[in-house]
């Protein structure tokens, strides 16, 4: 056993606050300091789901890529899912921290893992705040389309913007949704940006600006990655078993 303020420490020196977005609410959300913690669960997104299975697992500690809570709330009742969810966790001693964009961001962190699974070179922050990255193929000139197998493999089906015989040198990178990358990543010459979602009217104007894009869907985008954080925390704690949630899956489901 051990303190959850070692635990704390541990991830906030590993994704520290001054790596995420100013909107952002990231570190420890809920929790005891003092607590003795026996067993953690890493998951993508606290839901009603994954809140039953933490206290049927036992679990002492959530680790949720995505802020829970993530607004400001006056009331924690039941007349909500969210009240409920909090009530229910602190009910069982069951803490929560969520490292979100700075576990984007980290060094070791989603886009960072992106970029490796593309075989990414010379990868840097995409913008000054470090948010997203972008590098260069270790292919040169890969096509688009041997790209898509690549993310196909590795994260499942995705969508994408773009001439499938493209030639493709450098990637800009950003896992969720990140609209807001397609400029700069024009700005910086990527030949494509690899993303989790974006609105309609961006991949249009992506195709105007002749950026290439991949959608791989905001969950695959980020959630092999919360796999990743248990298997790096277990290799920290080797004696607190941490494992990833299995009971959560995307929201959004294809039918074919
Ligand atoms: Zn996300």
Redesign the pocket.
């Known amino acids: 056993m051990i303190d959850l303020k070692s635990i704390v420490s541990y991830l906030d020196a590993e994704y520290p606050a001054s790596l995420a977005e100013e909107w952002d609410n990231v570190g420890l959300l809920v929790g005891d300091l003092s607590a003795r913690i026996k067993t953690m669960m890493t998951c993508l997104t606290v839901t009603p789901e994954v809140c039953e299975e933490s206290v049927a697992k036992k679990v002492d500690l959530i680790i949720s ?2 802020p829970f809570p993530f607004q400001a709330m006056k009331q924690i009742t039941s007349q909500t899912v969210e009240g409920s969810m909090l009530l229910r966790l602190i009910s069982h001693g069951i803490a929560v921290y969520s490292p979100h964009t700075a576990h984007d961001s980290a060094k070791d962190g989603v886009n960072q893992q992106l970029a490796a699974i593309l075989d990414l070179t010379d990868v840097v922050p995409l913008n000054a705040n470090g948010s997203g990255c972008i590098g260069y193929c270790k292919q040169n000139g890969i096509l688009l389309s041997d790209l898509l197998q690549i993310v196909v493999s590795r994260l499942g089906t995705c969508s994408y913007v773009g001439d499938l015989n493209k030639s493709v040198n450098r990637i800009a990178i950003g ?2 949704a990140v609209d807001e990358f397609v400029d700069e990543a024009v700005k910086q010459e990527a030949d494509l940006l690899l993303l ?1 979602e974006a609105r309609f009217h961006t991949c249009l104007h992506a195709q105007s600006l002749r950026l290439a894009l991949i959608l791989t869907g ?1 969950f695959a985008s ?1 959630h092999f990655a919360v796999k990743t954080l248990a298997k790096k925390i277990t290799a920290q704690f080797p004696k607190i078993p941490c494992f990833s949630s299995d009971s959560e899956q995307d929201v959004i489901k294809r039918y074919n």
């Open positions: 890529h995505h896992c969720g989790g905001h980020e």
